[in-house]
């Protein structure tokens, strides 16, 4: 596939669970962000990898939240003790180095906190 | 911190007629700003890239023009049409370190385009 996808497409659990989400970029991509849209707050940054490089998780809301990006490719944001505020659409997006370095967006993985 | 402002909430027009969707934000020192588009229950579609030294990207009937002083974009989309009907967003990226790579969101703007 040419554009960003993650899985799963939704995703319902229950208040205390863990959950992990995925995301796979667009081949040859070195940057990878995660982004959080809920009705109350919009749309926030989560974290962004770029190559190597240490991520900046400035926009982790808690320490329940973590991401990964293994051999610079996949990333999965986990999700440890679900409460009902995290319920929100997860969206993930790459860029390449150059182009502008603009962003392009996978469809989102809804997750609903019972 | 970086603020993005988009007004109106909500706008609906008959089909044909042009469309001005307007994007403020409060901190002029932007790397780029980039427009998106986005259906119910989807991700977003990138609509137009515009980078700090420009004034304006066009694609097809879209049209968004920059004003970096000012702190004001203009997304003008041309003789709408019902397919036109979705959420648009614009984002900024800062220019400094600090800011990372992330994009700073508005809250968008609801469009829809009445047969």
């Known amino acids: 596939g040419a554009g960003v996808s993650q899985s799963p497409s939704n995703k319902v659990t229950e208040k205390g669970k863990d959950v992990e989400l995925r995301c796979d970029p667009i081949?040859?991509?070195?940057?990878l962000y995660w982004y959080r849209q809920s009705l109350g707050q919009g749309l926030e940054f989560l974290i962004y990898?770029?190559?190597?490089?240490?991520?900046?998780k400035s926009g982790l809301p808690s320490d329940r939240f973590s991401a990964e990006r293994t051999g610079g490719s996949v990333s999965t944001l986990t999700i440890q003790r679900t409460q009902q505020e995290d319920s929100a659409v997860y969206l993930c997006?790459?860029?390449?180095?150059?182009?502008?370095?603009?962003?392009?967006f996978g469809p989102g993985t809804r997750l609903t906190v019972l | 911190k970086q603020e993005v402002t988009q007004i109106p909430a909500a706008l609906s027009v008959p089909e044909g007629e042009n469309l001005v969707l307007n994007c403020s934000f409060t901190?002029?020192?932007?790397?780029?700003l980039q427009w998106f588009r986005q259906d119910p229950g989807k991700g977003l579609t990138s609509l137009l890239l515009?980078?700090?030294?420009?004034r304006e990207q066009t694609s097809g009937r879209l049209n968004a023009s920059l004003d970096k002083s000012s702190g004001r974009s203009t997304l003008y989309i041309a003789a709408s049409q019902p397919g036109d009907s979705a959420t648009y967003l614009c984002a900024v990226r800062g220019m400094i370190k600090a800011a990372g790579n992330k994009l700073t969101f508005g809250g968008g703007t609801r469009v829809l385009v009445k047969p």
């Open positions: 515009i980078q700090s030294s420009q």
């Open positions: 901190d002029s020192a932007i790397y780029n």
């Open positions: 081949s040859g991509h070195t940057a």
């Open positions: 997006a790459s860029s390449a180095v150059g182009l502008a370095n603009e962003q392009f």
């Open positions: 990898f770029q190559g190597n490089s240490a991520p900046d």
